[in-house]
DNA sequence: GCCAACGTTGGC
DNA sequence: GCCAACGTTGGC
């Protein structure tokens, strides 16, 4: 059992978008970095757990709890002429991107990338490292530990104050 | 829109 | 294999 964060801008696939798609699966298609597919086909199981990122949006952060539901398997766009994923190089018999599918299970509040940030037990997590652009890394299970006890606690103090 | 950082491409 | 040029990511 892995961890990972993966990332997508809400305008392509929003957290909303997964949780209303049948099953609340999603093909996670789109990724060409060599680094990030190589984690899709030679680390993902299914069942792993996914933190949703939103990113290219006013608020960049986590917004869900996920899984992966699938192995990894070509992804259909790479020979699609008309795709914005079209990769000319590749060809079914010789495919170059994979993609998995990914289950939402959940949205959760909103934790955004400043707060994960300002975290010093969170340090080490590679989204965060400089120059970190990779839309798919892997989450240390203590941060992802971490992470969850963040995702079920109020933003701010003040927040814990205002309760009734 | 800007810009830092990174990945990819292709000439040599 | 080197490296300049270019394209992309993604926060701000």
Redesign the pocket.
Known sequence: MRYWLM?S?PEEVSIDDALAAPDSTVAWTGV????ARNFMRDAMHVGDGVLFYH???AV?GIVGLAEVASTAYPDPTQFDPASHYHDP?ATPETPRWQMVDIRALRKTRVLP??EL?ADPELAGLMILQ??????ITPVEAADWRHILRLLDRPATAADTRSKP
């Open positions: 990332k801008e060409r970095n060599y680094q990113s290219g949006c960049p190089k990338l400043a940030r400089r120059g970190s652009r990779l839309s």
